[in-house]
């Protein structure tokens, strides 16, 4: 008799893949009489009624959740290509290409009516149960933490081989590689550089996370003190802030439902920047009396708190802070453009100074930096990429002829130290170039000019509620320009800026696709740059766009 014994059919059990020990174990699932049947009619149900429910008020409100109806027919060829096929390689072609259909599933997503009914009530069942979602954590006593930057305290150390390895060939994942080739590019020139990773929160604040936490001393990524070695070791002067940010009392030293440090707290990081910025370099004497501070209150929801997509009178409250702005004379304090310190920061230069991201104006790090020194300052900054946003618009600058590194003899640059382990720390050469025309459209100083042209190519657009940050600005090519208003646009292409995303909401221009018909009120970006140029931005990957002089867009009402 061949019957097979317990320890063999363990073994050949263990020989099994996932896949077999899943259908073994599915195929002899016993139901309930009724209960298979209920199932199967229950999961039709839900996925048919999901796309019904769009089409009803996508005929209700076309302008809130866009045509639905016309992007699936858009996915259908017409019956002349389908007349067409005489064979298999021209039914391939007719079918949707994936971009079109990834570009549909992003719209649906981000427009879905069922969504935007059930996510509030989910997401405040979980913060209820002290859960929070894929892109926050709920802490202690009503804390909030942005989960990138948990995971990045947590994780692995940056600096391993096989972390950087994993991130992929198109990445370039070496921090200490990128500083010290901007470094070295500097010095060419004569300029220092001053490098400050901002602490994200749960290194200043780990015992609001989890209780049972130590606070002395702060909380690293595994790699971070061989990274501050590295660069010591190369010559790179680096100011860390953490030793300054742990002296706060108990009332912490960052907002309780946003990513970013409280005015006080980065008050006192100014002032080490300053320091550290007169020991790095040989800088003017301070002009006395140049600058004075005015105190304000002000009220704003944390970054966090908006990602958890819970309105404050249901969730997390208003936080109040009191900043100080910086003055100049009876004006507010502004970026100089021939000061001898450039500052490159991200979010953490931009809070209390933006006023965009809804906690004042005037009051931020650049400002304080500045007042600090008794010097002005120029600044470039951006919400978010710290790793690479602000050199890249640096190196375009250079790009278009604008010497933005003349007369500089230091640069300070401000990142969110959460970018050591996700940022693409890319090499950029810092190479002043001709001013030339791009055989793009310029428009006119002074001028708002209305255009009508076919967009030929958008750059990316974040889905509401995945990044830290209410308001974006998307780049957009727009090609066969016509005009009434200026002859020189007859037939050229123009690359402007335009909202994509409002306090969470998309705009109507985050839809825009290729080869779509739009009509715009353009004005020279430089004009408002000041205003816009730190808004969290997304770039098309176009060499003739960079070299191009940009606009600034406004869609005209059809």
């Not at 016309?70 to 021209?90: H, I, M, T, Y």
């Amino acid at each position: 008799m061949n019957e097979k014994t317990p320890a063999k059919e363990e073994r050949v059990r263990a020989r099994a893949t996932r896949e077999e020990q899943a259908a073994a174990e599915l195929g002899v699932t016993e139901f309930a009489p009724g209960v298979r049947a209920a199932l199967v009619w229950f999961f039709l149900v839900t996925i048919v009624a999901v796309p019904v429910a769009q089409l009803v008020a996508a005929r209700r409100e076309p302008e809130r959740v866009g045509d639905f109806g016309e992007a699936l027919r858009g996915l259908v060829p017409d019956a002349g290509a389908v007349a067409a096929v005489s064979g298999v390689g021209d039914v391939v072609r007719l079918l949707p290409e994936a971009g079109q259909l990834k570009a549909i599933e992003e719209d649906w997503e981000r427009d879905s009516v069922v969504g935007e009914a059930l996510l509030p009530r989910v997401q405040r069942w979980l913060l209820e149960s002290g859960q929070g979602n894929e892109k926050a954590y709920v802490g202690r006593d009503g804390w909030l933490f942005y989960r990138a930057d948990v995971e990045y305290v947590t994780g692995r150390g940056f600096l391993e081989e096989e972390v950087m390895r994993r991130r992929g060939k198109d990445v370039q994942a070496d921090p200490v590689r990128a500083i010290v080739d901007f470094r070295d590019q500097l010095a060419g020139r004569g300029i220092g550089l001053l490098v400050v990773p901002a602490p994200v929160k749960p290194t200043i604040h780990p015992e609001r996370f989890a209780g049972g936490v130590e606070r002395a001393g702060g909380m690293q990524n595994a790699s971070f003190g061989e990274f501050v070695r590295r660069l010591g070791a190369a010559g790179v002067v680096v100011y860390d802030p953490v030793a300054e940010l742990m002296k706060e009392g108990g009332g912490g030293a960052y907002l309780k439902t946003d990513t970013h440090w409280l005015p006080g707290a980065m008050e006192r990081v100014a002032e080490g920047m300053a320091a550290a910025a007169r020991a790095a370099v040989e800088l003017p004497g301070a002009e006395a009396g140049r600058f004075r501070t005015v105190s304000k209150t002000v009220r704003g929801s944390g970054d966090i708190a908006q990602m958890l997509k819970v309105r404050p009178e249901r969730g997390y409250p208003e936080e109040e802070v009191e900043i100080r702005q910086v003055m100049e004379g009876s004006e507010m304090w502004r970026s100089r453009e021939d000061a001898a310190v450039l500052l490159l920061g991200d979010s953490f230069a931009n809070i209390y100074s933006l006023g965009a991201m809804g906690w004042g104006e005037s009051a931020g790090l650049a400002e304080h930096f500045s007042e600090r020194l008794g010097l002005p300052v120029d600044v470039i900054s951006r919400n978010d990429e710290g790793s690479h946003a602000t050199r890249e618009m640096l190196v375009q600058e250079l790009g278009r002829g604008r010497d933005r590194l003349a007369g500089k003899r230091l640069v300070v640059w401000e990142f969110a130290a959460r970018e050591l382990a996700s940022g693409d720390w890319k090499l950029l050469p810092l190479e002043v170039g001709e001013r030339r025309d791009a055989g793009m459209y310029t428009v006119p100083g002074g001028r708002v000019v209305r255009v009508r042209g076919a967009v030929r190519a958008v750059s990316a657009v974040p889905r509401p509620g995945s990044v830290p940050y209410k308001d974006h600005i998307m780049s957009v090519r727009v090609t066969d320009v016509e005009s009434a208003d200026d002859a020189e646009a007859r037939g050229k292409d123009v690359i402007v800026f335009v909202w994509s995303m409002r306090d969470q909401v998309p705009t109507a221009a985050a839809k825009w696709r290729e080869g779509e018909v739009v009509e715009l009120q353009v004005r020279p970006w430089g004009e408002v740059s000041g205003e816009y140029e730190a808004i969290n931005r997304s770039e098309l990957d176009d060499e003739e766009a960079m070299l191009a002089d940009p606009a600034w867009a406004v869609a005209e009402e059809k």
